[in-house]
């Protein structure tokens, strides 16, 4: 199984959250070979941003958080590729440039998105899911 994760999944690695743990659940899986994670490349200039206002962390603790991610070995796809239909369906949802490359990643590969962001959660119901959901059909 394939999924893409937005920013607002990859930080709650990261962050102590509500739903921390079961982000962490699925970073394992991913580890034991139980699913494929992929994001936009986009993603890590986000959870630098997100984790640069997160208290208490360093720009040490920021710069070590994304060298983390990249040497897991999650996918990151070039979303320069998915831009005008992004800019598109951003236009038609009335959402972000930046929400809808991950909408747009996921249906171009087929995947789910795990994400945390309500709005996705709410206009793409059966493409945008919380990872508790994307862990109980692994």
């Avoid at 743990?21 to 936009?40: H, M, N, P, W, Y």
Wanted: negative net charge.
């Amino acid at each position: 199984m394939r999924a893409v994760l937005d920013t607002s999944a990859i930080a709650k690695w990261f962050l102590r959250e509500e739903e921390s743990s079961e982000c962490k659940q699925l970073r394992d899986a991913f580890l034991r070979g139980e699913v494929e994670l992929i994001t936009c490349g986009f993603a890590l200039v986000e959870l630098s941003n997100v984790l640069r206002y997160a208290k208490g962390l360093s720009p040490r603790d920021v710069v070590d958080a994304l060298e983390a991610v990249k040497a897991i070995g999650i996918e990151l796809f070039d979303e320069h590729t998915l831009l005008e239909k992004a800019v598109e369906l951003a236009f038609v949802q009335g959402i972000t440039v930046y929400d809808s490359l991950f909408i747009s990643l996921a249906m171009e590969i087929g995947a789910k998105l795990v994400t945390y962001d309500r709005v996705l959660l709410e206009k793409f119901p059966k493409l945008a899911v919380v990872a508790s959901q994307l862990l109980r059909e692994l």
